[in-house]
């Protein structure tokens, strides 16, 4: 039986799966595991700039103190996408499957789309630095430092092609503008596309928060793709 483990997106802790972990486990009968990244949460900060590949090592970690080394299936929502990637990528053996809610994919940060965020992001962080230093700002600065060259670095990725993988799209997306909000449900598309073992649905009447808009999405998403990795 499959592990199911539940990444939050940024800034989120593991209560954002308070709808979704207790439906899953009765459903499923899969143990449900959720956890808070470094500095999200009642977890430790991290020093340093936030990267993937670190938390996506911590998660390990972990998973391997609760003897979790195998049959893992990932449901990482947004930011937490990044991390999937890097997890899945390091760890092929260990992961059966994924289900990426309405995540951060590779498709979307074209260079020109990563040097807009980069810019419209630019303000933020200076008044961030100028900001008292608490632990949610220290963690927003830590998620943008050097977010150009990892986003670019991010685009290149790709996603191990054994591994199956359902897709969640939000209707309205991250992003108030359309043409921001079109790529990336073009991105969601064109990654959900390029392999048989993956899968595309739409959460209608959600916003970016599907897990606590529709966890019934996530949940549903989940039960299919355990069918399909057993």
Known sequence: MPAIVLDAGGGMDSSEWSKVAPDLAARTGSEVIAYDRAGEGKS??????WRADNAAADLAAGL????VT??????????????AFSFARSHPDRVAGAVLVDANLPQFFTPSETAKLVALNEKQ???LKKAPSTRQTRQ????????????????QLTWP???????????ETPFPTPEDAQLWRQAQQDF???APNRTLVTAEHSSHDIPLDRPDVVVTAVENLLKQVR
């Open 161 to 171: 092609s054994g591994i199956p993988a359902a897709v969640i799209v939000s209707a």
């Open 192 to 194: 959900a596309h390029v």
């Open 125 to 127: 962080v200076e008044d």
């Open 70 to 83: 195998k049959n893992v299936v990932l449901v990482s929502h947004s930011l937490a996408g990044e991390v």
């Open 44 to 49: 430790d900060e991290s020093p340093g700039p």
């Open 64 to 67: 391997t103190q609760l003897g």
């Open 140 to 155: 927003l600065l830590a998620q943008a430092d050097g977010y150009g060259p990892v986003h670019a670095a991010y685009h």
